[in-house]
RNA sequence: GGUCUGUUGGUGAAGUGGCUUAACACACCACCCUCUCAAGGUGGCAUUCACGGGUUCGAACCCCGUACAGACUACCA
């Protein structure tokens, strides 16, 4: 076909388009940043929420882009009108926030470079298409889905490649008037590509996280715009990506076998490449096998999972971090006073391969978390999490709250602080002491030992020895005094050396004091627990135990 | 079938030709500390980097082949 025919086909397939390629080039110009400072974005389907895998992908976008002094950018992908789910957009928008993810630019902040929304912008896309089919790169293809299906079986059958292209794409030169007389006929088309690629041929690709990677060239008519105007993934990722100036693309690694028909699509449009970065998929293991994560199949891949688990989103987002970036873990282990923010990530501590997704490992950076929030932080966060996810709990916490308070900082100040929570949902069984009401409604729930303590003992020892207002040393003194006062031995030690001597040791009258008072044997410092209480609410509770247990 | 990519302990991984008798972290086990638990301390946990061959004075690191795994192969993204 020749250049005036061509312009002709154009105009009739695009009679509409009010701007040319030159427009749009004008009206979204060059950023104007400092070097090095990396643009970047996220493009999820409006499908309601944000799974685990496109998580990391818009962490890493919003990490790059600020730790470079860029632009974050999101824009929603709806090309395919079936991937839509209603209000998707705003549950996106809701996931990320809890995330603290938040984009410069966006359908709902704005932005110089919108609209953020790939169904606003088809009249762009076919204005590039527009120009495509003038320069010879594009032609309508009115192929019907089965005379594809039979050609794609054919391929199958004879083991080559699989697609529309050479002697395959039929309508690749159609003349124009064969194409007027279909378009006559109200035939319905796509828009292919023409591709000028020689499969023969190798290009390379340089990935920022995989390195060089050699190619075929691509060679198959691919679909720009579909039966409906609208354009595939590819398109609109080239032009937009080009309009809205992204340096570096992140995106998972499923895209990287499509890489090829990018760069064509680069070339042939005449923009200039973008950088790519394309990330190892979050793996699982399941049935001996290892897969991706799938948001249908894993609950953990939903992002909305861990709030209701009540694992703290700075956890995840800790645990993002290390499986983002290989040496993180270990900065963060030396520099744990600091944000995760101070931290330069790099495409090259990236993985390659797929990363198993380790629960193990975020309940410890949990676990951390936990031990190094003060109790009262503790407290509230965990109030927050109650209000949402256990009512009850929450007025029980809010009633209860100084001495809760007061029970979640125990052992707190000292260097080494404990690490028995991991999630807020942790917070009631663990504390299940800490409040009357609960006590005594789940009273010994938690301990399963068949052991029966003399309470006589214990009573005697509360009445007569305990006192509130000693250190802990002086406490434990008095303690071990008393156990020798009544047979049993100040230690464990003498204990062991000669067992025949004594009715036990120290901390047998511990652990009976513990069981009364905690309703189970294994239990925080035991003396701060006691104190909080005071010792009406301690005798109440061996009184209690007597009842339950010694009569 | 084709095209890409990967394969280091139970897990995530460091490692880019001699410093590796393979870091670090999680998990697990043992011991120590200790009134219990948690925390902490000490030690154990790959004599070897999927396998086979080659290059080299020397290889987990370079090359080739094989096996296995994953991704892609749509008018879905």
Known sequence: MELNERKELAEILFPNIKHDRAYYEEKYPERNL???????????????????????????????????????????EDTDQKRSVENGVEGIFKDLEAFDIKPDESSVVGGNYGPYIQSERTEIYQSYVKDLIVQGYAYPCFMSEEEINSIRE????????????????????????????????????????????????????????KGKIKFPEHDIDTVLLKKDGTPTYHLAHVIDDH?????????????????????????????????????????KKDDGGIRKLSKRKDAEAK??????VGIPIEAVKLYLATILNSNFEEWYLNNSDKSFEEFTFTFDKMAIGGTLFDLDKLNNISKTYFSRKSGEEVFNET?????????????????NKSDMIKFLNIEKDSSRPRKDISKYSDVKEEFSYAIDELFYKENYSKYTGDKKYSTTLIRDYV??????????????????????????????????Q?????????????????????????SPDLFSIVKILGKDRVLERINFYEEKYNK
């Not at 007027?180 to 000028?196: C, G, H, Q, T």
């Not at 109030?383 to 009633?399: C, G, I, M, N």
């Not at 009715?503 to 069981?515: F, P």
């Open 34 to 76: 400092k070097d090095g400072a990396m643009v970047t974005r996220f493009g999820p389907s409006p499908t309601g929420f944000v799974h685990m895998g496109s998580l990391f992908g818009s962490f890493c976008d919003s990490v790059f882009a600020r730790q470079s002094g860029g632009v974050f950018y999101l824009r929603i």
């Open 154 to 209: 054919e391929q199958e059958l004879s083991k080559i490649k699989v697609g529309v292209y050479g002697s395959f794409a039929v309508d690749r030169d159609l003349s124009l008037e064969e194409i007027k007389e279909r378009l006559a006929k109200k035939m319905e088309y796509v828009i292919r590509l023409k591709s000028p690629g020689d499969s023969k041929k190798e290009v390379e690709v340089v990935d920022c996280i």
């Open 243 to 283: 309009l809205m100036h992204t340096t570096h693309v992140i995106r998972g690694d499923e895209w990287v076998a499509s890489l090829p028909l990018h760069v064509q699509l680069f070339q042939i449009l005449g923009f200039k490449m973008p950088n790519y970065a394309h990330t190892a998929p979050i793996t």
């Open 303 to 308: 992002v909305s999972y861990y709030e209701e």
């Open 383 to 399: 109030l927050e999490y109650t209000k949402k996810f256990d009512l009850e709990y929450a007025r029980l916490l809010e009633e």
């Open 463 to 496: 009445e007569s020895v305990l006192d509130l207002d000693v250190s802990n040393e002086e406490w434990f003194n008095d303690i071990k005094k008393f156990s020798l006062d009544n047979g049993y031995a100040a230690s464990p030690k003498e204990y062991k």
């Open 498 to 522: 000669d067992s025949s001597k004594y009715k036990g040791h120290v901390g047998d009258i511990c652990e009976a004091l513990r069981v009364m008072v905690t309703g189970r044997d294994k």
